[in-house]
């Protein structure tokens, strides 16, 4: 069973960082595509950003330069480092697992981020 | 990038009717290669993440029952739910696989 648990969310002050985790299992991580999916409280999904196999990896406009998504295929484990945070970060992060076709087929519960002062 | 615009915002519909939600694109996700739309719509319920339904426009996913379809061609799809079930309550987005993803705003589906 495809299992995508994330982890490391909470409360940060504007301009500060966080280092969001997604254990992954159940499937070939190490071929995988994967995504993180932003949803603000009450609001639609937001593609945030897309790491191939090779840890090459893409941004949302409104992210790119803030944020950085790694893999470590050893231990089935993405991250999203994000730094510089601001108010409007605040929503809840999913990972999602691309299915080869570019549909995101397996998604974890999510991880609460609130950047306040 | 492309942009996805879904209408209605919101539909109410009787149980064991029809419903029906568009989804527009700014330009064709359609991969003239593969002859492939490279759309997907998913089901969000509260409290829950998405649940894929169907990609390629009209592939259903393994598990979906059969009364959610796709169809659509180039820039114009549609979702359609037959005979609805209260269990569909939910919101649904449209997304596109074409290139660097985007999500339509989501359409909030009622028991009228």
């Known amino acids: 069973e495809v299992q995508l648990v994330e982890s490391g969310g909470g409360l940060v002050r504007p301009g500060g960082s966080l280092r969001l985790s997604c254990a992954a299992s159940g499937f070939s991580f190490s071929t995988s595509w994967m995504h993180w999916v932003r949803q603000a409280p009450g609001k639609g999904l937001v593609w945030v950003s897309r790491?191939?196999?090779?840890?090459?990896?893409a941004y949302a406009d409104s992210v790119e330069g803030r944020f950085t998504f790694s893999r470590d295929n050893a231990r089935n484990t993405l991250f999203l480092q994000m730094d510089s945070l601001r108010v409007e970060d605040t929503a809840v992060y999913y990972c999602?697992?691309?299915?080869?076709?570019?549909?995101?087929?397996?998604w974890g519960r999510g991880t609460l981020v609130i950047v306040s002062s | 990038d492309i942009v996805l615009t879904q209408s209605p915002d919101t539909l109410a519909v009787s149980l064991g009717e029809r419903a029906t939600i568009n989804c527009k694109s700014s330009q064709s996700v359609l991969y003239s290669s593969s002859n492939k739309n490279y759309l997907a719509w998913y089901q969000q319920k509260p409290g829950q993440p998405p649940r894929l339904l169907i990609y390629?426009?009209?592939t259903r996913e393994s598990g979906v029952p059969d009364r959610f379809s796709g169809s659509g061609s180039g820039t114009d799809f549609t979702l359609t739910i037959n005979s609805l079930q209260a269990e569909d309550v939910a919101v649904y987005y449209c997304q596109q696989h074409f290139s660097t993803r985007t999500f339509g705003q989501g359409t909030r589906l009622e028991v009228k």
């Open positions: 999602a697992r691309d299915n080869y076709n570019g549909a995101f087929d397996s």
């Open positions: 390629w426009a009209s």
């Open positions: 790491i191939m196999s090779d840890g090459n990896a």
